[in-house]
């Protein structure tokens, strides 16, 4: 900032609940030392646009909720200390990893790193971040979901996390164990992937309760080991699925939203039960079988489309 700019955002700043700076230049960083004068001044900062390659949040920050929207440049966020963060969210930026300093981040309950160039999640770089009920990683390069941690098993777990949101990644493998870390996890949106297999490698039990995987590559979904007692709520509109997973017998609560195609009348005929009671929803889609586009098949639908008497 030049001439009389800083005393004039200190004046702003005492005399309204809220201020907006459409365009600001510093001499040095619109982060760090800029941040450390007004500190005192702030809840929440807002960058709509943010140019510089590190975003550097100083040690002891009193800051509650810091969003940058757009920072193509950003590759890398620094924090020092800091037992006041509550919300961190970083849109359209460079950072390819997850940052190395969230642990310092203690009181954080919500990350949010959407439009980056991330490649994978490893659940160690956030395990010190034990607040966290929200996850959001949607619109990244994610290929894959890292667990490493040589750590007590009661200490490899995030006991407060409702929501993580890995929409629009590039995930070809669904792993349901690897879950099992978050004991209170009832929110799980994988959708948008290339998902080809969903499947469980080792017995878990998860307090899901729903669960996206829409338009996604799924022809293969095998749950077994995974006990989901809580679940209402399976999405799996947009697979190429020849059949209709077998969850309603250990489920009796799940609602199952698929696509018709290519589902075939003898796999969707003898589940008219679920389909009547609401609990199996299949969205139609264009079809040898049925030419209509777009609704939810009643009964009276799958005796014109599939010739059969129900």
């Known amino acids: 900032m030049t001439l009389d700019g800083e005393s004039r955002l200190r004046n702003a700043f005492r005399t309204r609940r809220q201020v907006s700076v459409n ?123 890292v667990r490493e941690s040589p750590q007590p098993h009661s200490l490899k777990i995030l ?6 949101v890995l929409h629009q990644n590039k995930l070809t493998q669904l792993d349901l164990s690897y879950f099992e870390s978050y004991p209170n996890l009832t929110n799980i949106d994988i959708s948008n992937n290339q998902i080809t297999t969903v499947r469980t490698l080792a017995p ?19 749950i077994t080991g995974c006990n989901m007692p809580n679940i209402t709520s399976l999405l799996l509109t947009g697979n190429p699925l020849t059949v209709v997973p077998p ?23 003898p589940l008219k039960v679920e389909i009547l009671s609401s609990k199996l929803k299949v969205q139609a889609v264009s079809s040898a079988q049925c030419t209509s586009l777009h609704f939810f098949l009643s009964l009276k ?10």
Not at 159 to 164: A, D, H, I, K, S
Request: aromatic share 8%; glycine share 2%; charged share 15%.
């Open 23 to 145: 365009k600001m230049i510093v001499r040095n960083s619109a982060s760090g030392p800029f941040l450390h004068r007004f500190n005192n001044l702030l809840d929440s900062v807002v960058y709509h646009n943010y140019r510089e390659a590190i975003f550097h949040l100083p040690n002891g920050s009193t800051i509650t909720e810091i969003t940058v929207w757009r920072a193509p440049a950003m590759r890398a966020f620094v924090a020092g200390s800091n037992a006041h963060l509550k919300v961190l969210t970083i849109e359209h930026c460079s950072l390819a990893r997850i940052p190395i300093t969230l642990p310092q981040l203690t009181t954080l309950k919500s990350i949010s790193i959407r439009g980056c160039k991330l490649t994978s999640f490893q659940l160690d770089m956030v395990l010190a971040n034990r607040m966290l009920t929200t996850l959001n990683m949607c619109c990244n390069e994610i290929r894959q979901l």
């Open 159 to 164: 006991p407060n996390l409702e929501y993580f």
């Open 204 to 222: 878990v039990r998860l307090s899901v309760v729903h669960l996206n995987l829409m338009r996604n590559q799924i022809t293969t979904f095998n």
């Open 247 to 269: 969850v309603f017998e250990n489920y009796p609560n799940m609602h199952l939203t698929m696509s018709w195609h290519p589902l075939i009348c003898e796999t969707l005929l």
């Open 301 to 310: 639908i799958m005796q014109e489309c599939c010739g059969q008497s129900l």
